[in-house]
T-cell receptor, first 116, second 110 residues
Framework: DTAVSQTPKYLVTQMGNDKSIKCEQN?????MYWYKQDSKKFLKIMFS???????INETVPNRFSPKSPDKAHLNLHINSLELGDSAVYFC???????????????FGEGSRLTVL | ELKVEQNPLFLSMQEGKNYTIYCNYS?????LYWYRQDPGKSLESLFV?????AVKQEGRLMASLDTKARLSTLHITAAVHDLSATYFC??????????FGKGTHLIIQP
């Protein structure tokens, strides 16, 4: 029973297209995230989101937008894809950090996006 | 803004040897995390270190935290091939989410 699941696992598309990656967690967590891992394996946070607040990393282009239909889902929509968007995108979830919560992140399997 | 630096970034070692990966961070982080990533796979949580002086061990891996020095270490004892992976440390800078180091790519050769 997968805790954090993402679809699709692989996505190959042309420049200029719009695509979405879906993420679902069944851990009952209240905060979800999107991370980007580039070809050098560097991990950078893109967004964190709970049902009250979206925090955006200021370096993320506004072509990227998170959409959350409910607290168990956080989808990533990307407009006008560019070559530099090719990467592995990881969804993660946690209980919001605070007293009694250790803030540990649980990651999905990743979605490898290739833009041609 | 929290910055996390790991070293070394690449490490090739022989089975049976001991080695340490270092993780320095730039500002106060109340917790320090270690993750493992196998090629093409997700990130697996190894340790969460919650306070100064915390030490945790799992098998051949031991992690420690010195908040005064802003340093965490991941020590590998008598390495075996199965420990080959990329290891990340991460800290919390106050806002939600973790800031990760660049990762240490560890290869353990027979």
């Amino acid at each position: 029973d997968t805790a954090v699941s993402q679809t699709p696992k692989y996505l190959v598309t042309q420049m200029g297209n719009d695509k979405s990656i879906k993420c679902e967690q069944n851990l009952g967590h209240d905060t979800m995230y999107w991370y980007k891992q580039d070809s050098k394996k560097f991990l950078k946070i893109m967004f964190s989101y709970n049902n009250k607040e979206l925090i955006i990393n200021e370096t993320v282009p506004n072509r990227f937008s998170p959409k959350s239909p409910d607290k168990a889902h956080l989808n990533l929509h990307i407009n006008s894809l560019e070559l530099g968007d090719s990467a592995v995108y990881f969804c993660a979830s946690s209980r919001r950090g605070g007293q009694g919560n250790i803030g540990e992140l649980f990651f999905g399997e990743g979605s490898r996006l290739t833009v041609l | 803004e929290l910055k996390v630096e790991q070293n070394p970034l690449f490490l090739s070692m022989q089975e049976g040897k001991n080695y340490t990966i270092y993780c320095n961070y730039s500002t106060t982080s109340d917790r320090l995390y270690w993750y493992r990533q196998d090629p093409g796979k997700s990130l697996e949580s190894l340790f969460v270190l919650l306070s100064n002086g915390a030490v945790k061990q799992e098998g051949r891996l031991m992690a420690s935290l010195d908040t005064k020095a802003r340093l965490s270490t991941l020590h590998i004892t008598a390495a075996v091939h199965d420990l080959s992976a990329t290891y990340f440390c991460a800290g919390r800078g106050g806002a939600d989410g973790l800031t990760f180091g660049k990762g240490t790519h560890l290869i353990i050769q027979p």
